[in-house]
């Protein structure tokens, strides 16, 4: 937990409500940054200003725009806000962009807001009071039901002390953020500074950044250096959770990071173009949602023109909530309990929100897959952490501890931990770096004995099938293969002979097509003695496939004594005539000639010189120069 508090704050309200100039009466800060805001007499982009609270508790400020072309760029800096100037003219009152951007902010889950009535000195008392009452009643079953409301004039300086006040006692009851988890900063500028390069600009919800660090530009998946850190204008060594921060950045371009962008920790999180979302429609929309319903997605600073599809329900009306997924156009970065905004996508009016459920859906959405979707997702919305990690681990497995974090929003020691519990319950299994249910790894072992199975009655003089072999066949992770094998070993379902793995008990036989097939072989590399016919030869002979050969030759030299030298095979009785040539040979002379071998066998040398190889190899000769010796195990 961090020791000093920060406090980010929004405003939220109707055009020409007069949030800027209340921010300039707070801080002394203009943020109004463009010369065409200022011509106008309104706000167009996010503006930011910082105050120090009586606390010491140091408060960033953003203030956003109010008018409807610019909601977007409300929207990008609504996000990570721990409390909101909801701001209402007290000479107008509720107006239009009043109850979009409430609505804004309700959807991304804000908790705590003052309300402030500004330009109270353009009306008297009675009127202020007319308008409290429409606030109150406007505000009834939202975050701002029974929040403070404060009256007061920018342009008089009446009730900013107490606004002040109001601001301080919510950042002493507010909780500090902490700084534990990974980096996650979402863009809401992006700059050139003048002799430093790249400046980018945005809230610090999670993790902390210091200078030097290695941070990652998602959705782009680049890798950068943090050169500079700025916190409220001044440099710093670190920022942290809860801070509005100021990052500048080596060897990237303004228009490689870019508003929407994410600033993160590297390699822990991917992007999106598909969520699984709980959304809730506002009771003002003046929609009916459908599947397929085309909108405007706002999450953190992005935003993605997509497509909406209901699972739980056909139709979605005003006020009601349903779980659907969302399509995008544009890849996102979200993480579970990510709150966003939808807007309709013509006219674009603010129409509800929601709460990301599955930041990395396994496929898309089909009614048919409606029970299935609906099973994971209510798991995951109230489940045990235990019960989340296994409906996203039955869905999609296998899953990494990393991916988690990202799936269900966790610091990583918590990641960490949740995996070794469910490890210690043997509820998962990990093979590698990769997390399987307990129910997969005995899905494969079940497979690795049916193959076994199926291969000694198939090929009844097989001695089994190497590992490898089993790995090609299942076409599964390695890791968990190798980890089903060592378990049927250890529960002894399966041995190992010679590298080749059976069932428990199995002896290679003569059986089924191979019963009439041995002897037919054997037959014809008997007859040919030391010129037997090659491994295809022999299937044209005896009319079988060269496989099928093959099979039996490794029987042979497994289970009869049988050398094979090449594509040739030498039986024992012929293999052992050939000892005993070699044996007279060398009792009589030193050396062995490779015509003097031809002519004992009668072979040519296209036999001769195989044989003598083989012979070498075996230790039974010992070639020197153009002739061979007798070898230490003859």
């Known amino acids: 937990m961090q020791s000093k508090k920060f406090l980010v704050v929004g405003t939220a309200g109707h055009i020409d409500h007069g949030k800027t100039s209340l921010i300039r ?3 002394g800060i203009d943020t109004d940054r463009w010369e065409e805001e200022k011509k106008r007499g309104m706000t167009i982009d996010l503006g930011f200003a910082h105050l120090q609270l009586p606390s010491g508790v140091s408060a960033g400020i953003v203030d956003v725009p109010g008018h409807e072309k610019f909601i977007k760029n409300m929207l990008a800096g609504a996000h ?16 239009p962009q009043t109850k979009e951007h409430l609505t804004v902010c309700q959807s991304l889950g804000t908790k705590k807001g003052i309300v402030v009535l500004t330009k109270k000195d353009l009306v008297d008392e009675d009127w202020l009071e007319l308008v409290k009452e429409e606030v109150k009643e406007f505000s009834r079953g939202t975050f701002l039901e029974g929040a403070p409301i404060v009256a007061v004039s920018s342009k008089t300086g009446e009730g900013i002390d107490e606004l002040i006040k109001e601001l301080d006692r919510i950042a002493i009851e507010t909780e500090p953020k902490e700084s534990g ?3 996650r900063l979402p863009v809401d500028r992006s700059f050139t500074v003048k002799g430093f390069g790249t400046v980018i600009t945005g809230t610090l919800l999670s993790g902390k950044v210091k200078v030097g660090d290695e941070v990652e530009i998602l959705p782009p998946g680049k890798r950068v250096k943090v050169r500079g850190i700025q916190v409220h204008g001044e440099k710093v060594e670190e920022a942290v959770a809860g801070q509005r921060t100021a990052l500048n950045l080596s060897d990237v371009k303004k228009e490689e990071v870019t508003r929407g962008d994410l600033i993160a920790t590297p390699g822990y999180l991917k992007p999106t173009n598909m969520v699984d979302v709980l959304v809730e429609l506002s009771k003002d929309a003046e929609v ?10 706002h999450h953190l600073t992005s935003e993605s023109e997509g497509e909406l599809f209901l699972i739980d329900k056909d139709e979605l009306l005003p006020g009601e909530k349903a779980l659907a997924q969302i399509r995008l156009k544009d890849e996102v970065v979200p993480v579970y309990g990510d709150r966003f905004v939808i807007r309709n996508y013509s006219p674009a009016t603010v129409i509800g929100g929601g709460k990301i459920l599955d930041p990395l859906p396994h496929r898309k959405f089909r009614r048919r897959l409606r029970e299935e979707f609906k099973e994971k997702l209510e798991k995951i919305i109230g489940g045990s952490l235990k019960e989340r990690v296994l409906a996203h681990l039955r869905l999609k497995e296998p899953i990494t501890t990393k991916e988690l974090i990202q799936l269900l929003n966790l610091k990583p020691e918590e990641a960490d931990k949740a995996v070794e519990t469910l490890l210690s319950e043997g509820l998962v299994v990990k093979a590698g770096q990769e997390i399987y249910t307990r129910e997969k790894l005995e899905e494969i072992k079940k497979r690795v004995l049916e193959l076994l199975d199926r291969t000694h009655s198939e090929t009844p003089i097989a001695e089994g099938l190497t590992l490898q072999e089993i790995k090609s066949k299942l076409k599964e992770s390695k890791e968990l293969i190798e980890m089903a094998v060592r378990e049927l070993l250890k529960e002894s379902k399966i041995e190992e002979n010679q590298g080749f793995l059976r069932i428990r008990g199995f002896e290679p036989r003569e059986a089924g097509v191979y019963k009439e097939l041995v002897p037919k072989v054997e037959a014809l590399i008997c007859k040919g003695e030391f010129t037997p016919p090659s491994v295809k030869e022999i299937g044209k002979l005896v009319g079988t496939g060269e496989e099928k050969v093959n099979t039996i030759a490794s029987y042979l030299v497994r289970r009869k004594g049988y050398h094979r030298i090449g594509e040739l095979l030498i039986s024992p009785e012929s293999f052992n005539r050939i000892r005993e040539i070699l044996k007279r040979h060398f009792s009589k002379k030193e050396t062995l000639s490779v015509g003097e071998f031809k002519d004992y066998l009668g072979v040519s040398r296209k036999f001769a010189i195989p044989l003598l190889e083989y012979l070498d190899s075996l230790g039974l ?9 007798k070898g230490e195990r003859l």
Request: no cysteine; aromatic share 8%; hydrophobic share 50%.
């Open 25 to 27: 009466a707070l801080t």
């Open 80 to 95: 990570g806000l721990d409390v909101v100037l909801f701001i209402v003219a007290a000479d107008e009152g509720i107006m």
């Open 621 to 629: 000769t010992q070639r020197r120069e153009s002739e061979r010796v």
């Open 181 to 183: 988890g990974i980096l």
């Open 288 to 297: 009916i949602v459908t599947s397929g319903f085309k909108l405007h997605f």
